[in-house]
């Protein structure tokens, strides 16, 4: 099963950045502002600081790598989560990336526990594939 899989080979690194996307989904599930101008502001500014991610990335030499098509979307993706996680929460009363809520904080690290006691359990408790 390509999801079993996925979670087996899922890096610490990547399973950071899946935390991070359930707490970005949480608060902007929570402060949802329909207004365009928020939205576009946000791609436009993931648009230029993900071009300026790929040039800070790509070596200086005359021969340039591939970069993997997932890189390269995560590259546009963080600049686009930050700048909405920022203009939605402005005076919300967040502390750093806390919301004032305990209601808020609780679910989200509720959402956050069951992510990783699942990917815990994959890796555990599933034969790695090619075993016998």
């Not at 800070?56 to 700048?83: G, H, I, K, N």
């Not at 690290?109 to 992510?115: D, E, G, K, P, T």
Request: with cysteine; aromatic share 12%.
């Amino acid at each position: 099963m390509p999801l079993i899989r996925y979670l087996q080979n899922l890096s610490t690194g990547r399973i950071i950045l899946w935390c991070y996307l359930i707490w970005w989904t949480l608060s902007i599930i929570n402060h949802f502002d329909p207004k365009p101008r928020i939205w576009l502001t946000s791609l436009g500014l993931s648009g230029i600081i993900g071009v300026a991610l790929i040039i800070s990335t790509q070596s200086s030499s005359a021969t340039r790598a591939r970069m993997d098509p997932w890189v390269v979307f995560r590259l546009f993706l963080m600049p686009f989560c930050v700048s909405s996680f920022a203009a939605l929460v402005k005076d919300a009363g967040y502390m750093l990336v806390f919301p004032p809520s305990y209601r808020e904080n609780a679910i989200g690290a509720s959402l956050i526990a069951i992510f990783l006691i699942l990917v815990w359990s994959v890796k555990k408790l599933t034969p790695p594939a090619g075993a016998p």
